[in-house]
């Protein structure tokens, strides 16, 4: 197992419970000809089945998680170093999703731009921040966002930005 997924957890317990039924049968009626005893066997057998399975699936769900604990580390540092790598660049950066809300955005763009702290920009729209960003530059940036999600590619406009010290520059 490469990597197990819920339906592989799901698949072992099947075809391990399909096999216990199958072959725990088929040995108890070799050995007990009594049908009482047999029938007292049979719960024994069942408590034991669900002990197994039990431990089984605690496994493959401890080794699931464990798998996800790695995944969503590897994540995390993926995150943290673009993150850095954004906030070396000497230039704005932002990036927002579909529905024009900042997604993220490095240390210039939030300090020297928009005068910020990036906690009070991430999670909000052009709209959202009317006292930084002066209505008539917010429509040339929505017109601008709108052209993009039209025609979705690398861009580069240049448009006044009226920056964090109150001057408008080119």
């Known amino acids: 197992m490469k990597q197990l997924t819920p339906f592989k957890i799901a698949l072992i317990y099947f075809l391990f419970g399909i096999l216990w039924i199958l072959l725990s049968d088929l040995v108890l009626e ?14 024994y057998k069942g408590s034991f089945f669900i ?55 490095n240390q210039v763009f939030s300090s020297r731009i928009l005068g910020l702290p990036k906690e009070r920009i991430i999670g909000r ?18 017109a601008q966002d709108l052209d993009m999600m039209r025609e979705p590619g690398t861009r580069f406009y240049e448009a006044q930005v009226k920056c964090a010290d109150g001057i408008r520059r080119e």
Not at 30 to 43: D, E, G, M, S, Y
Not at 125 to 142: M, N, Q
């Open 51 to 105: 002990l197994l399975t039990a431990l089984m699936l605690y496994g493959l769900i401890k080794r699931y998680s464990h798998e996800i604990g790695r995944s969503d580390q590897a994540l995390r540092n993926h995150l943290r170093f673009m993150n850095t790598l954004i906030d070396t660049i000497p230039a704005p950066v932002f990036h927002k999703d579909r529905n024009g809300i900042y997604q993220g955005c």
């Open 30 to 43: 070799f050995f007990i000809r009594n049908p009482v005893a047999l029938k007292h066997w049979q719960t």
């Open 125 to 142: 729209s052009i709209r959202e921040l009317g006292e930084v960003i002066p209505a008539d530059l917010a429509a040339i940036y929505h």
